[in-house]
């Protein structure tokens, strides 16, 4: 068994193993280290991303499917127009930036992916790809608009046009 010294005389304070040159030490144990690393990667697999960006957001409650997303959020949009439906230069504002919202995820994906040919260019898992980065582009929108529905804190007082809510 090799054990460990204090390097005396040496250029270097760090210490070594006794009887083992730190090259064939890693030589000789490089397939347990691979090993343990497969096992770490298999305990914790790398989370899909859209476009590889960022991890998915933790408020995905729902199901992270573009049809199924925007569906929620043209119910919730419609919501937020019935609700004020009375004011008439909010709900200007409103549909002015929900269009503007379109157009963002729309040059989003755009940039995203710009090639002419996308499946060529980015291979069969192209409109998978695509339908999630819609999906968490939309998830995020969706938390923003249910701020007029659940209201925000009371005492925010950056809260404009948003509904305080009471505890």
Known sequence: MAKL???HGRRSDRPRIEGCQPKLWL???LWELLLLAAFAIALHPPVLTAGGTAPL???TDGPMDAGTTMAEMDRIYAEILKRFGDDTRFIEKLQASQNAWRA??????QALYPADDKTLAYGSAYRHCRQL???VLTRERI???RQW????EEGEVCAGSRPRRSH
Request: aromatic content about 4%; proline content about 4%.
């Open 5 to 7: 010294s204090a390097s």
């Open 27 to 29: 030589r000789g144990h």
């Open 57 to 59: 957001p933790s408020n």
């Open 104 to 109: 963002y995820r729309d040059a989003h994906l």
């Open 133 to 135: 980065a819609i999906a």
């Open 143 to 145: 938390m923003h608009l």
């Open 149 to 152: 529905l659940q209201g925000v």
